[in-house]
Structures are given as structure tokens and as C-alpha cells.
């Protein structure tokens, strides 16, 4: 799973070659103060070559800073080369050293390198799997607000692994993740809802959710949804937009699940008259055209 970067702001100062072309580069005072050894410095320095913002993209240099700056403590530094060792990004591909990293910048506070330490023992990479430590770091980024880190410890609950199976927790973790727009955490939580489990069943709260996670491009959900259309379970009973949302399902999802919704699609297809037909498969067609934006 892939942690969200810092977006920092570094300076730069234009100067012009020989041939008149424009040449960006790293604001000479910073790069002088990461050269004399500021950690802080050396950390946007390397966030200066792996975004190609002043000069060109090279991992490899990034990773050459981020260690000089993770050498003094700098949290940032740590995970940021710790996601270049677990991706292999300018650096041999080792899941031990990004463990490594993301632990010394997870004592830290830093609820990025928490989350991944979590995701690197729930996975068993670099680490023996470890349901109970990843819970536990997963916490600690939770109670950070980290939405990732709410849904991922709601998913450790709802199975109970590593945790009592609780699914009333489940459900308050999957809605905070929810909320703040994680779309498998909408997913999951709607599932919840439809099942009954850790909450009393609603069709109508399962249908909100859905929806949200479907609009985010999640095929079961979009599936769900245009069944529940079909049912009216939790909202009207409309052939027309569960066309519409079985139709997107059949265009998302792939292998024997594809065949689900196609098959699905086209028995409400066979339902609606031509012009409907026509609208939804319009519908169906600007919204795939958006997500390809």
C-alpha cells in the first residue's frame, strides 16, 4: 500500500545557459545549508530530486540525501527512504531496511511510517507476519487521524486477527474512514450495514455508502448499488439507474466478476425501452470518460 507524500514547497532560482534556454535549479542557500549538514535542508534536497521539482527526477540522489538526513533523526527523511527501499526506487529493493526506517520514524510520531510499519507486518514483509504489532501500529496512526490506518485496523477487527473479531468496532473505524473519504472503507462499511453486522441492518445507510464508494469507482460496490435498485432495497426501485451502475460494474470489474455484472446488466437491459437504453449507456459513457481524465 502506497503512503501519501509530503507536498513541500522548495526554492529555486532561474538562471539562463548559454543558448538562452531557461535552467531551474535548487535554490543554491538550501542546497548550501544541506551540503554544510541541516538535516532539514537535506531532507528537501532529496524531496527536490524524487519530485523533479528544480532539477531533473533521480531516485537514486534522493535516496543519497534522505540518508544523510535520516542519519541525524530526521523522521520525513526516514520514511521517505524507507518507501524508496520497500519500492526499490533508487536503492536495491529491501523490505528489512524499510522496516527498519519506518520503525525509527514511527518512534518518532510520524503516522505515514506508522501506517507502513503496520502494513509491513500484516503482510509479513521485512518482518515476521504480526497481526498484533501491526494492530498496534495501525492504532497509533489511527489515533493520528490516518484514514488508511483506520480502515486497515477496522479490516483487523471485522476478521479478528490480531484483536478480538468486533465488529461494532469495525464499523466505528470503517465510518471514520469513511467519512473522510477512504473508498473501501465506504465499501466495507456499507457491507456491514447490509448484513447487520455490529450495526442493526439498514438498506437505506448500506445505499449511502454504496454510493459514495461506487462514485469513487469501487466495481462491487457499483454492483451492490444497481442490485439494490433493482430490489429497492434502500432506495426506489429504478431499472434505469441500476442499469447505469451494473453497467459501470461490468466495465470495471474484471475476470468471472465481470461476467457477474454483464450478465446482470443485460437482464435490465432487456427491460428498458430503447431511449433509456440510450441515456443510461450516455451516462455510462461521460462517467468513464471523466475517470480517464
Not at 537514486?60 to 527512504?81: H, I, R
Request: proline content about 2%; aromatic content about 10%.
Amino acid at each position: 500500500m502506497q503512503g501519501k507524500r509530503l507536498l513541500i514547497v522548495v526554492g529555486f532560482v532561474v538562471t539562463l545557459a548559454a543558448a538562452g534556454a531557461q535552467i531551474r535549479k535548487i535554490d543554491p542557500t538550501l542546497l548550501g545549508k544541506a551540503t554544510a549538514g541541516d538535516a532539514q535542508a537535506q531532507f528537501l534536497v532529496g524531496q527536490a530530486y524524487l519530485e523533479g521539482k528544480g532539477v531533473a527526477q533521480d531516485s537514486s540522489q534522493a535516496a543519497e540525501w534522505f540518508q544523510k538526513a535520516a542519519d541525524q533523526g530526521n523522521a520525513q527523511a526516514q520514511y521517505e527512504l524507507g518507501v524508496l527501499f520497500h519500492t526499490g526506487q533508487g536503492v536495491k529493493q529491501s523490505d528489512t531496511q524499510a522496516a527498519g526506517l519506518y520503525l525509527k520514524a514511527a518512534n518518532q510520531g510520524l503516522a505515514a511510517a506508522q501506517l507502513h510499519l503496520g502494513a509491513l507486518y500484516d503482510h509479513g514483509e521485512g518482518v515476521p507476519q504480526n497481526y498484533m504489532q501491526a494492530a498496534e501500529w495501525y492504532r497509533k496512526a489511527a489515533l493520528q487521524n490516518n484514514a488508511e490506518a483506520e480502515y486497515n485496523l477496522g479490516t483487523l477487527y471485522e476478521r479478528g486477527l490480531g484483536v478480538p473479531q468486533d465488529y461494532v468496532q469495525a464499523v466505528d473505524l470503517y465510518r471514520l474512514a469513511a467519512t473522510a473519504g477512504n473508498a473501501s472503507a465506504q465499501f466495507n462499511l456499507a457491507l456491514l450495514y447490509d448484513n447487520g453486522q455490529g450495526v442493526e441492518r439498514n438498506y437505506a445507510e448500506a445505499a449511502k455508502w454504496y454510493n459514495k464508494a461506487a462514485d469513487q469507482g469501487v466495481p462491487r460496490a457499483q454492483y451492490n448499488l444497481g442490485s439494490m435498485y433493482v430490489s429497492g432495497d434502500g432506495v426506489p426501485r429504478d431499472l434505469a439507474e441500476a442499469y447505469y451502475w451494473l453497467a459501470l460494474a461490468a466495465s470495471t470489474w474484471d475476470g468471472a466478476h465481470q461476467q457477474q455484472a454483464i450478465s446482470a446488466r443485460d437482464k435490465v437491459g432487456a427491460r428498458l425501452t430503447p431511449a433509456q437504453l440510450f441515456a443510461e449507456q450516455q451516462r455510462v459513457s461521460k462517467w468513464l470518460a471523466a475517470r480517464k481524465k
